[in-house]
């Protein structure tokens, strides 16, 4: 790898093959830091960066892969996130890879509750597409329509990813899409069995909380087979920190 990530990492740790779970789908990865208890954010959900700095640069390089990046609206609300390339070596990487300049960005939203004002609409470097539920009222969509490049709904009661992600890859182009979360938006993900890689960095701190965030949230499984398989791909210890690559063990339905 070109960037200070991989080399400071030692191996090649991006997704060198994305091979999509089926013809129509986009290969989907997801990327996330969490403590040594399982939290990605404190019980207020406001995130606080507590990873290093070699973390964070995984991130944006983890970014050169994908053709798009999603993130669910309470990410978007609380944080000052962009969805940007991180620039630079970063720019270059994409570029050599054959993807644009910049990610199309994701907007997960089922009921339409973002923000208008959220920090992310004040960029316009590149495609943003709100994916919202039936359950958006039509007077929120307004409101977001001036923001947003695209608006889909799919799905009566909370989103449809299946279908969404079909229509991404059909109508976009997206084959890669990388999910930064958050809980409830990997959730879905995983109980669709959409995701076919999980990035994930634990770091050596404890949050605690009955109602902090969790790398996977929403309803959970009722059994232990209902639970989304994943394969331990590979493992790497630097400082304190764990970065793990997993693999899912079983691929998407195409119901």
Known sequence: MNSRAGLQLGMAWGPTSR??????????????????????????????????????LLLYELRTYADAVMSGARTLDVNRVKLGNGGGRFTRLRLQRGLDKFPVRIVVSGRGT????????????????????????????????????????FGEHGIDFLQALRWLRAKWGVKSLLCEGGGA??????????????????????????????????????????AARMTLHRMRRMGDELFLIYRASIRASRA
């Open 114 to 153: 973002i923000d208008p004002g959220a920090e992310i609409f004040k960029h316009r470097f590149s495609p943003i597409i709100l994916l919202a539920s039936q359950e958006a009222p039509e007077r929120r969509l307004k409101r977001l329509r001036s923001q947003v490049d695209d608006i889909i709904i």
């Open 185 to 226: 938006v990997n959730a879905a993900l995983f109980e669709a069995r959409l995701v076919q890689r999980l990035y994930l960095t634990i770091c050596p701190c404890v949050f605690g909380g009955r109602d902090a965030p969790t790398l996977a949230d929403g309803r959970g499984v009722a059994s232990l087979a209902e």
């Open 19 to 56: 091979a999509p779970s089926a013809p129509d789908l986009p290969f989907v990865f997801v990327n996330f830091a969490m403590t040594s208890d399982g939290k990605i954010a404190p019980a207020n959900r406001r995130f606080e960066s507590f990873s290093s700095r070699r973390d964070q």
